[in-house]
């Protein structure tokens, strides 16, 4: 098992980073969270987990070591797979996803592309227990100050992405602009802003306006 990379980043791409490890190129399928915190020629380590098929090898990345731990146990669930395993930890924190199966926290899921209202019920039975109380000093409450804290906004996470992309800050505050009312919508219908959805819709944004 490969447990992490490190080393220069060599390339970027929405849901890729290839990481330069004794002069090969390792590419790391990663959340565009992860994505947003790295930069085309700067040092970086990333937690990996190596998943391995009959007709492939593919390595998924995290920013740290309890990314990876709930990427392999969602895994555990029937019906996901790495991909909706990632998918997952790229709306949710490990910590919100914990803090979500212990309360029982359906909408949490269903904020997750590819997790409908059924298969989020399914997923709070099936992962019960599995995932550990949340993390912090105070337990399940400190656990809900990090929920309540979040992440960066989503305006910021995307931003972050694009420019880690290579495009220049006043594209990338174009291109956000430009998906506002995507993510507007969502967050309106009860979810939270689909980040990695609207990276794509600003990538499509950027490629017209060239």
Request: charged content about 15%.
């Amino acid at each position: 098992m490969i447990a992490f990379v490190s080393g220069a980043v060599a390339a970027l791409a929405p849901t890729l980073a290839v990481i330069e490890v004794g002069g090969v190129g390792m590419a790391v399928q990663c959340t565009p969270n992860t994505i947003a915190g790295l930069r085309i020629g700067e040092q970086a380590r990333l937690a990996t987990s190596l998943v391995v098929r009959e007709d492939s090898l593919t390595l998924y990345g995290f920013a740290d070591d309890d990314e990876r731990q709930v990427f392999e146990l969602l895994q555990g669930a029937s019906g996901v797979g790495p991909r909706l395993a990632q998918a997952m930890l790229g709306v949710h924190s490990p910590d919100a996803l914990r803090l979500a199966v212990s309360t029982a926290d359906e909408k949490a899921l269903v904020a997750v592309p590819g997790i409908g209202k059924k298969g989020a019920q399914k997923l709070l039975l099936e992962l019960k227990g599995k995932l550990g109380a949340p993390l912090g000093a105070s337990g399940l409450v400190g656990a809900q100050r990090a929920v309540a804290s979040g992440p960066a906004p989503w305006t910021e996470q995307l931003s972050a992405a694009l420019i880690g992309l290579g495009y220049a800050s006043r594209d990338a505050e174009e291109a956000v602009s430009a998906v506002t009312p995507q993510a507007e919508a969502a967050i309106a219908a009860g979810g939270s802003a689909p980040v990695p959805q609207l990276l794509r819709a600003a990538l499509q944004s950027l490629n017209r306006a060239r």
